[in-house]
Nanobody, 124 residues
């Protein structure tokens, strides 16, 4: 059973940067689709970015140009580089993955593994 463990959250001021990591423990799969989601208090969960094993990526409009998703296959770790952070980026950030099913151009259609989240707080 694959487990996902996020880390790297914290509190920074607006304009700052953070890098989130998501370690995929117990995976031996070379084909995958993975994504970062976030959920702010009182708001619906939002997909932030996704990436597949072919390297295709997708981003929410709200983070384009500021966030970068990447994967280190040797370390089985997913990353989210976040720059120019804004108070609206404050949320619990979750990573998710699928190792079967379908995905197209970085868009995941069957995410079935989820981490517990890491909290990001941006102060103005």
């Amino acid at each position: 059973q694959v487990q996902l463990e996020e880390s790297g959250g914290g509190s920074v001021q607006a304009g700052g940067s953070l890098r989130l990591s998501c370690a995929a423990i117990g995976t031996r799969y070379s084909m995958y689709c993975m994504a970062w989601f976030r959920q702010a208090p009182g708001k619906e969960r939002e997909e932030v970015a996704s990436i597949d094993s072919d390297g295709y990526t997708r981003y929410a409009d709200s983070v384009k140009g500021r966030f970068t998703i990447s994967q280190d296959n040797a370390k089985n770790t997913l990353y989210l580089e976040m720059h120019s952070l804004e108070p609206d980026d404050t949320a619990m950030y979750y990573c998710a993955a699928q190792y079967g099913g379908s995905w197209i151009g970085g868009r995941c259609y069957g995410l079935d593994h989820w981490g517990r989240g890491t909290l990001v707080t941006i102060s103005s």
